[in-house]
Structure formats: C-alpha cells, structure tokens
C-alpha cells in the first residue's frame, strides 16, 4: 500500500454510521424481499433490471453510486516480451487528475518494488507504474519505460482493450530515439532491444507532435564532436538553451550514458575514454521537453 512515506501500522476505526444497508434480495439479480409474496409480471417487467435498494446514513449517495456507477474512460495496454508473457498497463481518463506529468496519490498505480528482470511499465516522477490517470488532451504523453536483463529482448506493444474511449482518439508509441509513431490502436510496435534499462527513448502519445528536424535543429543550434585528444565530446551550447539532460546511446539504441545538466553553459563535455570505437546517438532533452538527437563517430580507446 502506498502511505507516501509515512511510517506504516496503525489502528482503523470503523462506527455504525459507515454502514450500507441493502434491503433483503435487493442484489441486481434479485426481486426485493426474500420474504415478498410473488405476483405476475408483464413482458415489459421481466426484462428490468431490478433497482438495487440502498440505505445509509452518513450521507453518502450510495442509491445514485450503486445504481449509476461512473465510468471512467480507460485503455489498457499490452506488453507481449519475449513472446512469453505479458505486462499491462492502464490509462485512465480521469478530469479530476491534478497533473499529467507527476505522481498522484490515489490517482496512479504503482509497480510492484524493483518490478522484474524483464519489464514494461508507465513513468511518472521515475516511478514505475501500472496505473496511470490523465486529464486528457491530445497532447499528453506517457512515459513508457522497458527493461531487460539480456540482450535480444523482443517488446510487442499493441492496445488490448478500450472502455469508453471516442473513436475519435489515436494511440501511439513514440519512439524518440528514431522519431517514429506506432498507431497501437490499429497495429503493434515492435521491437527487439539489447540488455539494459530504457526509461527515456520510449513514450505514449495522442497525437503526432510537430517535431523539429534532427539534424536541422543539430546543425543549427549545437556542435557535437570527438575532440580526440582529450578523449571527450564536445557541445557547443551558442544559444545558451537551457539542457536538463544529456543521454547517449550506442546504435542499438542501448543507454551508455546519462548526466543532468539544468544548465545554459556555451560548452559540455563527455568523456569517451571508457567507450568502444563505433556510431553513437547524442540525445539532449531541453527545458521546454524538446529532445534533440545527434548521430557521432567516436573513435575508441
């Protein structure tokens, strides 16, 4: 049970005001009471629901709750790995959800603690969850974290079921790392990755965003190269936009590196004195969500 951090144990109280009432068989299969004398219905009554009778007396509606529920809109997404099991993960339109991009007590679900060796799970604050509600526009996106604990790894990832969903709304899977968009509403993304933990490339979204070309954006805004005499790369920052994060990636898309920044310095370095010679992937997330990938040639010990 999440208690927020608060120590654990303590005593629960119930009283007879937190009582709910139900008239004897007053179930939805039911006809009143156990004890009522049977009389002939009419074709139109014996196809009514009957109305489930509820009484209490702390002032809560349990008449209007119990006979009309809310629903709420939700999409469940499922994860095939390695074409053995599968992880779920549910997505619920909730309007009364504080925030789309934290952690809400009483609105998310956590993963259970440390998950397992091969996972798929929602991100929210870097907490994994199994349940995470949205106040829904198309342009939220959900953080998807993948995890592997050896190498050649298939995901399959496709919706599985809708409750009251428009049809009118598109499901994707963002792949950041390529900037591409899987219709999972429609078809499966797939994908076959390398041992390691993928909490950053991966993300669901509503719509396709209007992204910035990868290479444009590189070239005109930052300088990424090898400086090989001093076994580092480096960034030329010329505008001052603010980097929170500085992500590198092998070609295979697996996660080598990783440092905050929350900085606008004209110049970063990266050390590459621990890295194999080969094409690596730059990602460079702003402050305003922007990721900016640039592809390098790193030319080893």
Do not use: C, W
């Amino acid at each position: 049970m999440d208690n927020g951090g608060l120590p654990g144990g303590g005593t629960a109280v119930f009283n007879n005001a937190m009582r709910l009432y139900l008239a004897e068989d007053s179930t939805t299969g039911g006809n009143g009471s156990v004890f009522a004398k049977n009389k002939s219905k009419g074709k139109s009554e014996e196809h009514k629901k009957p109305e489930v009778i509820a009484m209490s007396h702390n002032g809560i509606d349990y008449q209007e709750i119990i006979n009309n529920p809310l629903i709420i809109p939700e999409i469940r997404v499922h994860t095939k790995i390695d074409n053995t099991f599968y992880r779920e993960s549910v997505i619920a339109f909730r309007d009364g959800t504080p925030n789309n991009d934290t952690y809400n007590r009483f609105f998310d679900g956590r993963n259970y603690e440390e998950g397992l060796t091969r996972d798929a799970y929602l991100l929210s604050e870097d907490k994994e969850l199994v349940i995470k509600s949205i106040n829904y526009t198309d342009d939220t996106t959900i953080p998807i974290g993948l995890k592997t604990n050896k190498d050649d790894t298939t995901f399959d990832i496709s919706v599985y079921s809708l409750k009251a969903i428009p049809e009118s709304v598109t499901i994707y899977v963002h792949d950041k790392l390529n900037d591409t968009y899987t219709d999972i509403r429609n078809n499966m993304f797939s994908i076959v990755l390398k041992e390691g933990l993928y909490n950053d490339r991966f993300e669901i979204a509503f719509s396709k965003q209007n992204t910035l070309n990868i290479e444009t954006v590189a070239a005109s805004d930052f300088k990424i190269f090898e400086n090989k005499r001093r076994n580092h790369l480096e960034i030329i920052n010329p505008k001052r936009l603010e980097i929170d994060h500085i992500f590198l990636y092998d070609v295979s898309g697996k996660l080598v590196f990783e440092q905050p920044m929350f900085s606008n310095k004209r110049k970063h370095t990266v050390s590459t004195k621990s890295l194999s010679s080969g094409i690596y992937v730059v990602s460079l997330k702003l402050s305003d969500n922007q990721t900016l990938n640039k592809k390098v040639v790193i030319s080893g010990k």
